[in-house]
Nanobody
Framework: QVHLVESGGGSVQAGGSLRLSCAIS????????LGWFRQASGKDREVVAV???????NYADSVKGRFTISEDKVKNTLYLQMNSLKPDDSAEYSC????????????????????WGQGTPVTVSS
């Protein structure tokens, strides 16, 4: 059984940093895409960052240069380092996994993935 469990969310002032973690267990595919999504209150869910099993990364324009996605294959953990946070970054952040061949921002579609975490909240105050 696949489990994705996020942690690391919280409240921070604008300009601050947070690192989110996503512990992954039971995922059977050797070739995969892992992604971070976020959904702010009253808005659609959007993909923030994606990493492939080969280590290639893609980012939404809104977070480029500020967020970094990474994976520790030994610990089976996905990370999202978020720097220079803005109030607009406030949202519920979730990790997800899929085994499609294209790990692009536009191809990482939430409902088409294999597994999803429950989410962790991030609040950025001005």
């Amino acid at each position: 059984q696949v489990h994705l469990v996020e942690s690391g969310g919280g409240s921070v002032q604008a300009g601050g940093s947070l690192r989110l973690s996503c512990a992954i267990s039971g995922y059977p595919y050797l070739s995969y895409c892992l992604g971070w999504f976020r959904q702010a209150s009253g808005k659609d869910r959007e993909v923030v960052a994606v990493i492939s099993s080969e280590g290639s990364t893609n980012y939404a324009d809104s977070v480029k240069g500020r967020f970094t996605i990474s994976e520790d294959k030994v610990k089976n953990t996905l990370y999202l380092q978020m720097n220079s946070l803005k109030p607009d970054d406030s949202a519920e952040y979730s990790c997800a996994a899929g085994h499609q061949s294209d790990c692009g921002i536009r191809t990482m579609v939430w409902n088409a993935l294999d597994a999803w975490g429950q989410g962790t909240p991030v609040t950025v105050s001005s």
